[in-house]
């Protein structure tokens, strides 16, 4: 049994991972859009949060009523219930990574989830 999945994305406006990794637990899109360019309407969830990354460019997010700067570097998280919607830039474009999962169910991260495979040899020799 195959116990990872790889895929590569090149230029693509907008992929969704879900089904092209077979995500259980999250959904993760890479998305761009270009100068002007803007999602063109404004959504909540039922459960789900939102973790957003600006890999390059800048624009604009819309929250609930409030406009708010974006540039590269930025991370922001959003609860189900904010009112959202993103757009680029008149004179910029826009990419940015956008993470869903359940809020509230992460039980255990990095350290507490993981455990050592201790007889398993280094790869890294």
Not at 5 to 15: E, G, H, Y
Not at 29 to 43: D, R
Not at 100 to 105: E, L
Request: with cysteine.
């Amino acid at each position: 049994m195959c116990t990872y999945k790889k895929i590569n994305i090149v230029d693509a406006p907008r992929t969704e991972l879900h089904d092209a990794l077979e995500l259980t637990g999250c959904e993760v899109s890479i998305n761009e859009l270009l100068a002007g360019g803007a999602v063109p309407f404004v959504h909540e969830h039922k459960a789900n949060e939102e973790l957003y990354g600006i890999l390059d460019g800048n624009g604009e997010l819309y929250i609930d009523g409030e406009v708010v700067p974006l540039v590269a570097g930025d991370w922001f998280r959003i609860d189900p219930a904010g009112h959202r919607a993103i757009r680029a830039a008149a004179d910029c474009g826009i990419k940015y990574l956008c993470i869903q999962t359940k809020r509230g169910s992460l039980e255990a991260f990095t350290a507490n989830d993981g455990a050592l495979c201790p007889d398993k040899a280094p790869w890294h020799k």
